[in-house]
């Protein structure tokens, strides 16, 4: 079993920053990708930010030039900084893991910008 720990939610106003964490513990074995999704109200579920084990990252229109995605392999945790950020943004951010073949998710962490 997988636990995804998300962190650095909050309130913040339009232009600002906020970096989000994710932390993963538990039966770890190798990780194909890590990725931050988000869900505004009465909207689908939608892909942010992803990062494969290579390396190589993918990111929404809406997030590219604005977010970054990283992580730290020791700390098994990935982060995404997002800046300029929009009320548009507002929304659940959820962090997922893709390992030993299973999709796993966090709690949710809830980002709210105000203009």
């Known amino acids: 079993q997988v636990q995804l720990v998300e962190s650095g939610g909050g309130l913040v106003q339009a232009g600002g920053s906020l970096r989000l964490s994710c932390a993963a513990s538990?039966?770890?074995?190798?990780?194909?990708?890590m990725g931050w999704y988000r869900q505004a109200p009465g909207k689908q579920r939608e892909l942010v930010a992803s990062m494969t084990s290579g390396d190589t990252t993918n990111y929404a229109d809406s997030a590219k030039g604005r977010f970054t995605i990283s992580r730290d392999n020791a700390k098994n945790t990935v982060y995404l900084q997002m800046n300029s950020l929009k009320p548009e943004d507002t929304a659940v951010y959820y962090c997922?893991?893709?390992?030993?073949?299973?999709?796993?998710w966090g709690q949710g962490t809830q980002v709210t910008v105000s203009s």
């Open positions: 538990g039966s770890l074995s190798s990780i194909n990708s």
């Open positions: 997922n893991i893709h390992t030993a073949g299973y999709y796993y």
